[in-house]
T-cell receptor, first 110, second 113 residues
Framework: SQQGEEDPQALSIQEGENATMNCSYKTSINNLQWYRQNSGRGLVHLILIRSNEREKHSGRLRVTLDTSKKSSSLLITASRAADTASYFCATAGNTGKLIFGQGTTLQVKP | DADVTQTPRNRITKTGKRIMLECSQTKGHDRMYWYRQDPGLGLRLIYYSFDVKDINKGEISDGYSVSRQAQAKFSLSLESAIPNQTALYFC????????????FGPGTRLLVL
């Protein structure tokens, strides 16, 4: 069963706009990670946020984590056509495994 | 990521055939994973290995087996392929012991006829 549920499943925006994706999970975590996947390719790690952190930034990416609500959000600012991809959240608990959500497909129109 | 390679990249096989997907890594990581990806279902864990002598079943191990031949190599076998095993298969590695970033291979696209 999936730990992470992502919302929305698909998102289409214009270049320059911000894109926000949300992830909810069910059980306690050690950290939550976001990955990006270009069509049919391997996933690439974007950012990791630990359970004791509330916000983290990396370039145009901003991730928030609310452990009381068991949710996280990924914000991509000033989006570019090259940001078009699928984005997955993944949670890490005490089992030594990552559990992935179903992903959000982002299309950025030039 | 060229540090994690998968062969073959694409494979077409017939129902009932045995096939092997191979994964090699030069990252020196102890932990390796096999996932399958189906449209709309995200990634699901098939098997994982924390070191050469440690093999664990994941969420969907039925119909699959693995072999960890060395720290750098982790193979996935489909003993008797069936059409619903048609999917995109990914190998990944991560450094232990704390679960941090996973590094993915480019994937193997498998079609079972």
């Amino acid at each position: 069963s999936q730990q992470g549920e992502e919302d929305p499943q698909a998102l289409s925006i214009q270049e320059g706009e911000n894109a926000t994706m949300n992830c909810s999970y069910k059980t306690s975590i050690n950290n939550l990670q976001w990955y990006r996947q270009n069509s049919g390719r391997g996933l690439v790690h974007l950012i990791l946020i630990r359970s004791n952190e509330r916000e983290k930034h990396s370039g145009r990416l901003r991730v928030t984590l609310d452990t009381s609500k068991k949710s996280s959000s990924l914000l991509i600012t000033a989006s570019r056509a090259a940001d078009t991809a699928s984005y997955f959240c993944a949670t890490a608990g005490n089992t030594g495994k990552l559990i992935f959500g179903q992903g959000t497909t982002l299309q950025v129109k030039p | 990521d060229a540090d994690v390679t998968q062969t073959p990249r694409n494979r077409i096989t017939k129902t009932g055939k045995r096939i092997m997907l191979e994964c090699s890594q030069t990252k020196g990581h102890d932990r390796m994973y096999w996932y399958r990806q189906d449209p709309g279902l995200g990634l699901r864990l098939i098997y994982y290995s924390f070191d050469v002598k440690d093999i664990n079943k994941g969420e969907i191990s039925d119909g699959y087996s693995v072999s960890r031949q060395a720290q750098a190599k982790f193979s996935l076998s489909l003993e008797s392929a069936i059409p619903n095993q048609t999917a995109l298969y990914f190998c990944a590695t991560s450094p232990g012991p704390l679960l941090e970033t996973q590094y993915f291979g480019p994937g193997t696209r498998l079609l079972v006829l």
